[in-house]
């Protein structure tokens, strides 16, 4: 998850000299990196990802979503999908553990519309992104009909 601030009102369209800014629960401290995994919701840069940013930071602070959260910020950043779109990235523990990752990912979609989509944290490491010709690298997601779809079963 890289540097980790566990506290931050840092604003994403007001920081440019980073590419993320973080959020990490107490939990998280204790966790394991090798099963992490996370919910990634897309939004325009600006206004609406600095509001999605913030109701994700508090709720995760609260402890009612994942482990961690990180938000892109105003500096450009060459994983970006589309320049025009920031995300917020909300963390779980273990992504084996499915009834945590759907009750994320339900829970964000109080914040955001579906879909959304879930990855494991190595295949970000590993270098496996969408834009880069990657195939079906999300392992979980969540439908604009609420339907949660798991790569391999219904997806």
Excluded: C, H
């Amino acid at each position: 998850m890289g540097r980790v601030l566990t506290k931050t009102n840092k604003i994403p369209s007001a920081i440019k000299d980073d590419y993320w800014i973080y959020v990490m629960t107490e939990e998280a401290k204790r966790v394991e990196g090798q099963n992490v995994g996370k919910w990634m919701l897309f939004v325009p840069n600006g206004k609406p990802l600095d509001e999605l940013w913030t109701l994700v930071r508090d709720a995760t602070l609260r402890g009612e979503l994942g482990i961690a959260a990180k938000v892109s910020t105003a500096r450009p950043n060459p994983n970006a999908i589309s320049p025009e779109n920031g995300v917020v990235i909300v963390y779980t523990k273990n992504f084996e553990d499915v009834e945590d990752v759907k009750r994320v990912g339900y829970s964000l979609l109080s914040f955001v519309s579906p879909p959304i989509y879930y990855k494991t944290d190595l295949a970000t490491i590993t270098g496996q992104y969408s834009n880069r010709g990657s195939f079906r690298v999300s392992l979980y997601g969540i439908k604009k009909d609420r339907t949660f779809l798991t790569r391999g079963v219904n997806w």
